[in-house]
């Protein structure tokens, strides 16, 4: 699950579209309804509403009669497919990015080669020591929504240029750090109280280690002060410049606040359907309409590819990646783990185990393979 995935250096990194019969950057990722539900959360949001207005503040009963018990079956299976089609696969779709070429894994060769060793290490601590895996897990929840931060700071960054909304170098770090300090005020809460640590994680028993909390408070101040920061300079940029943050931004944004400031179980409930229906089908989205236009450029075709890629993503290509990222999803979290039962191990314990190896590596690599400020990415990213 997910860091400043798409950092830039650049105050105005404005595309210079390679493909000549390209005239401006798409203004959609895959295009306008499907970036509304799978992109900036509208789905995650309607399956959330559809839970909580149904079965109010009570869990789901698949065993229970009539319409009820349909809706949760089905609310199950829906939630079933999206972790196996966008939240497991996702991860998959950074090691699609490493290894796709000789050119990648020369250039990524640290992440290709060397760090994975590191995400083996940490697997099988875990499996020999029980409090190896709560101390990785736990680490995991930790940064796992700075992850979530990161990722929906840079698309909304991809959303910002390809809408020619730029922001000055102070601009753009302003709104880095407002996002980042949003991150800490969560993570500080979490690592300060028990009442809002979890005891435990799918099986996992995880610690409490009770850092003092000035932390959280000296973190909750700078947050709002970086807040305001931010309001001010969108503020100065409506007034001077006549221009305004772009609605899919603004759905990001409040995405991952309303994921970051949830509790009780509302939070169960968001950290359920955000993994596949925001987080991972946000992150598919855009690798995958990255390795399309990729191909259309070597193809000679990348504008007609950026403005059709859900039409793309049936084609052979797209079912290509479709097939690598499903498939070595289900290898890693579903079979690894039923094999592992074999001996000893219970299932859903040691996917969850799985999950945070993998993804410490996953995190890391995602802020070197995503930039704004290299030029080819940039302008796929864009185009």
Known sequence: MVSATFGSDSSQPRPQVMDQAATAPYAWVVGPVFDY???????????????????????????????AGVAAY????????????FADAHTIATYMRIYSTAENRERFKLYAYYLPWMSLLFFSLCLMYPRAAGFCVYLHLMWVFQHYVGQTFGISLVYCYKRGYYFKNWERETYRWFMHSFSAFVITRILCFRTLSPEELWGIKLPFYGLPTWLFYTAEVIFFTMMGAFFVMLLRKAILEKQFLPLPAVCLILTIFGIG????????????????????????AVSLSFFLKEKGLQEGRMAEVSRHILVESFKKNGLFYWGMVVSAGMVIYVCIPQV????????????????????????????????????????????
């Open 37 to 67: 539900l799978f992109v900036v959360g509208g789905f995650f949001w309607l399956i959330f509403a559809l839970q909580v207005g149904w079965f109010h503040w009570d869990a789901p009963d698949p065993k229970a009669s009539g319409l």
């Open 74 to 85: 089905g609310l199950l299976i829906t939630s079933t497919l999206g972790t196996y089609i």
């Open 261 to 284: 400031l949830s509790t009780g179980f509302a939070h169960s409930v968001l950290w359920l359907y955000g993994p596949p229906f925001f987080h991972g089908s946000q992150y598919l």
């Open 340 to 383: 592992l039962v074999n001996y000893g191990f219970d299932f859903v314990a040691t996917a969850t185990i799985i999950q945070a190896c993998i993804n410490f590596h996953h995190f890391v690599s995602d802020g070197a393979i995503w930039r704004l400020r290299d030029k080819t990415c940039r302008e796929i990213l864009l185009a």
